[in-house]
């Protein structure tokens, strides 16, 4: 049996407000398997987004052991999480912060600039996403001349643009009509799976969340699956 791409163990998170001790994650475990999409599902204020930043390395605070291909993550320092966040994990957020001054290419191809791919490579790799993800006529849009869901595929285009191992999407389409969310979604997925990566997606509709290959629940701090 292959290595889990994302092994989360005993994952503890508590925050303090107002003089009292607020235990968001209690003691999470969860396997992510090469390939595997697991969707997330809670209501708002579960903890979901905590969990994702905690196995993003996008917050400290917490308590427990995160390993991502094989790698103990938790205890690096600061360089350690940049390089495993830049050439391991993609990132997709309800809302898609994309550059405003930047075109939907140049919004992708520094993802991959960033990650020592060569210009030409990068702008070739944001073409065939974009153009996969039907804005091949709108490279060259900035995010002010696209729609929502359009801008949403472009975040989506610029977290695969490295291949990465693990994406992780947080409420990806819950800024979009349910329409275009269930399109974006849709290819989303199909991405997902086309390159083989394993995906990690926290949402709180559960008609999406069936799309994908698993899904576990957040409740009271802690997984359980569906």
Known sequence: MSEPILKVEDLRRSFTQGGDTIEVLRGVDL???PGEIVALLGPSGSGKSTLLQAVGLLEGGFKGRISIAGERVE?????G????RRDRLG???QFHHLLPDFSARENVLLAGLVAGRAEKDAAARADELLTALGLGARLTHRPSQLSGGEQQRVAVARALANKPVLVLADEPTGNLDEATAAKVLAEFLALVRGQGSAALVATH???LARQMDR???LHEGRLAAV
């Open 215 to 217: 899904v576990v629940t």
């Open 205 to 207: 509709n559960i008609a």
């Open 31 to 33: 396997v992510v398997n």
């Open 75 to 79: 205890a690096l320092d600061s360089a």
């Open 91 to 93: 990132f997709v957020y």
């Open 81 to 84: 999480r940049t390089r495993v």
